[in-house]
């Protein structure tokens, strides 16, 4: 399992208590706008298909711990976590105009920094199925 410090500053984001759907029930795409309403924090008249260094959050489905735990003073990732970096370092694989720069993994989110040297379409897809998956698990569980 690897290893990966915490930075100054970088706590784990708060998690708060869920209710969850009953199974089946499908929610109308008002219903969805409803809830996700939020503002924009996109720099307004920036054309975001330019190439550039983009940083990048992503969060854990209602913000649940779901890639390790932080204890004294590192991020000890389980098996999710591995997948998110096996995943990161691929990226470039699928993506050649992509690079890669600074990335930290925390329980329940993710930061990143992409460059993009070109834009434009051509790209594969990264592995979604579960077989796929267990196999980027093994293939970190060797480094």
């Not at 029930?25 to 720099?43: A, F």
């Not at 550039?52 to 990732?77: K, P, Q, S």
């Not at 199925?129 to 569980?141: A, E, G, P, R, V």
């Amino acid at each position: 399992m690897r290893a990966y410090s915490v930075g100054a500053g970088f706590k784990p984001a708060p998690t708060k208590p869920t209710t969850q759907k009953p199974l089946g029930r499908l929610i109308g795409w008002q219903d969805d706008l409803d809830r996700h309403c939020r503002r924009s924090i996109r720099l307004k008249g920036y054309d975001y298909s330019l190439s550039g260094a983009y940083f990048v959050t992503i969060c854990a489905h209602n913000r649940r711990c779901l890639f390790g735990e932080v204890a004294d003073g590192e991020m000890r990732l389980n098996a999710a976590g591995c997948i998110v970096v096996a995943s990161w370092d691929d990226l470039p694989i699928h993506y050649p105009n992509v690079q890669l720069d600074a990335f930290v993994v925390m329980p329940n989110h993710m930061h990143g920094i992409i460059v993009m040297s070109t834009v434009g379409a051509g790209f594969k897809p990264a592995p979604t199925s579960n077989h796929s998956m267990k196999l980027l698990w093994q293939k970190d569980q060797r480094r």
